[in-house]
C-alpha cells in the first residue's frame, strides 16, 4: 500500500470538483485516514466501530483461480504505473467486467429493507463461485467480505 501516500492521495482527490468550503467531496473517517489527509470537521459517523459482529469470511474452492493477495491479505506489486494490455488480456477484463456488472444487478435487485448486507454478501459470492470466478473483494488487504457495503452511511 505504499503508492497511497499523501502526495498521491491529494493529486488524485484534486481531479474531483471543488464544493463550497470544504476541498473536496470525499469523507475520510479518522480511521480510514491513514495518509493523514485533512478530514471534514462536520463528519459525524454513524456506525459504532465494533459494536456488530462481522461474520467470518467464505473459503474460496481450491478449483477456482486466486489472486496473490487471497491468502495473505497483502496485495504485492501494487503502483500507480500504466501498463498497456494485449488483445486477449483485454477481453479477459471485458469478460470480468460483464461477471461484476451481473454480479452488482443481483445485488441491488435484492437489497431492500429487512435484507441484511450480509445476504447480499452471501449472495455475491455464491453469484461468483458458480461462474468459477474469485470474488475480488474478498481478502484484498485483508478485507473480510466478497463486496463492500454500507447503505446507511
Known amino acids: 500500500m505504499s503508492f497511497l501516500n499523501k502526495s498521491f492521495m491529494l493529486n488524485f482527490l484534486n481531479t474531483f470538483p471543488k464544493k463550497g468550503k470544504f476541498q473536496h467531496t470525499y469523507i475520510l473517517t479518522p480511521k480510514l485516514n491513514k495518509s493523514k489527509l485533512p ?9 459504532q466501530d465494533g459494536k456488530y459482529k462481522v461474520t467470518a469470511s467464505q473459503k474460496v474452492p481450491e478449483h477456482i483461480k486466486c489472486p496473490s493477495y487471497a491468502k495473505t491479505g497483502i496485495v504485492e506489486n501494487s503502483n500507480i504505473n500504466y501498463e498497456i494490455k494485449d488483445d486477449k488480456y ?8 460483464k461477471l ?7 445485488c441491488l435487485e435484492n437489497s431492500k429493507e ?8 452471501n449472495m455475491a ?7 468459477n470466478a474469485y470474488p475480488g ?10 463486496i ?6
Do not use: Q, V, W
Open 90 to 97: 483485454i477481453e479477459k477484463m471485458k469478460k470480468a467486467c
Open 114 to 121: 429487512g435484507i441484511t448486507t450480509d445476504i447480499i454478501d
Open 125 to 131: 459470492y455464491d453469484f461468483y463461485i458458480k461462474n
Open 148 to 153: 463492500c457495503a454500507s447503505p446507511n452511511e
Open 137 to 146: 473483494g474478498l481478502n484484498f488487504h485483508s478485507f473480510p467480505k466478497s
Open 100 to 106: 461484476a456488472s451481473d454480479c452488482l444487478k443481483l
Open 39 to 47: 478530514e471534514r470537521k462536520t463528519f459525524k459517523p454513524t456506525l
